[in-house]
């Protein structure tokens, strides 16, 4: 209406593109702003869909963070649903927009464009996907399709992904009862993990009552005679299913930008500086639709996350509106999951990537009691670290167990971020309480043992690399109590507890590799130092101990 | 007995002392190492102490880490109890001990020695001090006298101290159905915090039948007749009490360094540098006898904490039997604390301290939930940073709240340690799911919340300055709905909702001074931003808005 002032389309009205709404009107009063979405909804919490489906959120509203007419109560903001941005023209600063209810078609001009248009689920093209009860499960549709579906009290499902969202609905689906299987390409769920980590999420599941393929690829959908979803068929064979949830994996929604020029990253992503702005001048991009800097390695990554995509909205705006300072150096693919009582986390680089990148690098398992052992409630996690051998900096980190994961993930993500060392993440100072932390926390046990390991104090072994060693020849010497070896121990190990271990020396073979295993590693670690002291010289730790071990036990 | 074998000595078997010897053993298997401690106990967690007497520990052997006998069989690591040392002589290399059950006296010789002699509660000389049932909290012995008085069922207690264990130990007698009264000296419970956070802990233990006195002298403690206490004398009065725990401080042990030439600090604790040693030759100490750095200052300042205690005593190690590398820069006085259903953290300077040093301040009070707000559990806390004007560090952090408060401080902890800006911490790639945070994490929020504030975008006002305002003229507006503010204002408050603001601007007299007030400050932070491009010009926001309000209102 007013000749002067700037107008911003932002397109899209999830994470992204509300908040940089929200943000620019905070930056900018004059603004003139508009948000269209082709969807009903808008500004939606897409990561509580599986909880949702899962009844742990009762109602749809709550999922619904903010309505159209706030945005034009409380801001001045329009904001538009059932609109769909045909096409981006630069050269006149127009968007081409088709109003779904009413087929009319117009153009709204623009200047300065955020494309905030997110990610969809992919639909891999097998035979039968065309069938009723195959879900996706990215909007809030999606979810009150699949919740209409609960009602008819379906009795299996078939969850295709064993990624977080798959694992969620799988714990969510099966919370309610109904026996359902994941079905995961991959050689273990949770691909950004290290399979010595994923592989606790399985057996985790598995002791839940989710059943588990991995390896397994998806060959088609039967018809159950009724235009349904009848069974799954796999390279395992057929899995009989009510339902079925499709959550292999989302993919950025970049056509639009494509069409009229917006250059894509290697990632499939809309390639975007530090400050958010496309190869186009005065278009933006953030949230899913845009590519992100992993801040580690500097090389673009996509991390397709509700946390990253308020960020971006908001550096977007804040660029948009406010003069163009705020710059995002980049992400490091934190995320956090709860499966039942197993949470996992991760930040930074995995063991698997930081090897494909050539790092020389260091590992640790290390589990320890997330608050004082003797306050109620303490529960065991096991921290992983991953750790650049040459300047001792921490690359990532994976923390999980039963106790509180998301803390230390945290402030690993924080000493990462800027560039710690692990010596000084050994050294740093937590708050301790005996309900909240142990004197030494989990996180600083973790460095102390993996400074230890890199002063060659002791050598590791890995769990995932024990069957081979023992299959060479290693014997795995297990010195716990014999009431513990009894309760729960690795076939092929032999016990001679700690405290006769100097009365039956010569039960162990001195020519032979010996690895040591107890609880978490600690009385293991204390017994090489005795044996290396003793003249045995092929000496190694298992890592993480019996707790740490992620192969079922018969 | 190997006249080759170098002697490693430690006075004090607590946390230091047990943990330097455990890791001196790692490090060098042919050290001969010695703890001696008049006490019968050791490696005994005080810290759980307060949760021993509520009964939330059960059992006294749940605090005794470790025994004499484990340290002997694991770590070949001589440890006697009841074995007082009562002189150095550096000179020669000895100390003088006398045993305190035989009452021998005899010279043990050292090559390292370490003074890991811990902290005394203070006993302020009053009158009556001597009577019977007056008890402290730092030992085990303290701590099962206590609780042998307990199974007379007593029903009126007087703690005397507000800190972090005189309120511990206040929640755990109430919750056994104890009358308690807890009298602090300073104007507010838990003196390392800022007073608008304190009043938040006293305002919760009085909602749960705590009696605060705070601004309070002890003046001295009447006899019930049977030679017990039977009232506290205080400033305010005479206070019933069939028993009275002094928790008003400790104070470092150094009588015994201190008399063989050992110098101390400014702090009274014993003088370290980075590797722990003292200005004696071969003379170390770590743990609550020794000070400490403020990593931020710089300055010598004494933290007696478990965690610092663990830290220290492992440096000392590290350097006494591995070769001097290890070095420790400092500490922050990171501190949590569990009162009821409140929890509270520190980490860094307060704003008191910092205000005191001169430091070019701003500061942000924002309340924000721990989790989404539509996962089950979600609870609010409230973040008070205080950053640095001109390189926008972050000084200090105090989280608070019924939600989870560890989490945001050891971030913030990390990040201090680590020299972060504030536009670091809004930049943060935290772990987000909705069991476990908010896709942007209160951390986040309030850092955004601090750089508008460094840009000038408001003007903030502390609650504590709020009664000060008023009585010069300044409007309270509260721009909350009608039924939130008939819930709970603050009295003098004038309410126009939000939505009705617009027809009824009339109503505000823009010569006055206006503070905005909301829920949290996100509302205010809108209006204010509409009012000023109204043309308003002297406004200014209630910081934290009625959550962080800390008073009690009728």
Known sequence: MNPQKQKLL??????????????????????EITVITKDQHISYAGCGL?????????????????HPEDFQVDMDIKVLTLQEAQKILPEEKLVIVKDLSSGEIRNMPYDKLLLATGAYPLVPPLDGRELGNIFTLRTVSDASALKE????????????????????AAENLARLGIKTTVIELAPHVLPPFDRDVALHAEKHLRENGVEILTGTAVKSFTDNGQGEVGAVLTSAGAIKADFAVLAVGVRPNVE??????????PTGAIAVNKKMETN???????????????????????????????KTGRVAANNIAGGGGDTLEGFLGTAVVKLFDLNLAKTG??????????????????????????????????TKLIVERQNRRVLGAQVFGEGTVDKPIDILATAITLGATVDQVAKLDLAYAPPFSTAMSSTIVAANVMMNKLQGKFKGTNPLALK?????????LDIRTEEEFFVRSIPGSINIPLGRLMSRLDELDRAKEIIINCKVGFRSYNTLLKLKKLGFENLSILEGGISAYPFEIE
Chains 1, 2 share one sequence.
Request: proline share 6%; glycine share 12%; hydrophobic share 40%.
């Open 349 to 382: 680089l995995s063991e698997r990537e930081a090897r494909a990148m050539d790092y020389d690098l260091e590992t640790v398992l290390v589990p320890a009691p997330d608050r004082a052992h003797y306050y109620p409630g303490s529960r065991q996690i096991i």
């Open 149 to 168: 579906k609960l009602h008819g009290n379906p009795r299996e499902a078939v969850v295709i992904g064993g990624g977080l969202i798959g694992l969620e």
């Open 280 to 310: 186009i001048k005065d278009i933006y991009a953030a949230g899913d639709c845009a590519e992100n800097t992993n801040l580690i390695t500097g090389k673009p990554v996509w991390y397709p996350m509700g946390s990253n995509a308020n």
């Open 468 to 476: 081979e060693r023992m299959d060479a020849g290693a014997i795995l």
């Open 256 to 265: 639009l930008g494509r069409q009229c020029g917006i250059a894509l990253g």
């Open 50 to 66: 599986p909880y949702y489906i899962g009844g742990v959120i009762r109602e749809e509203k709550e999922l619904l963070v903010k």
């Open 10 to 31: 932002i397109i899209g009205g999830v994470a992204a593109g509300t908040k940089a709404a929200a943000r620019a009107r905070r930056v900018d009063p004059d603004l």
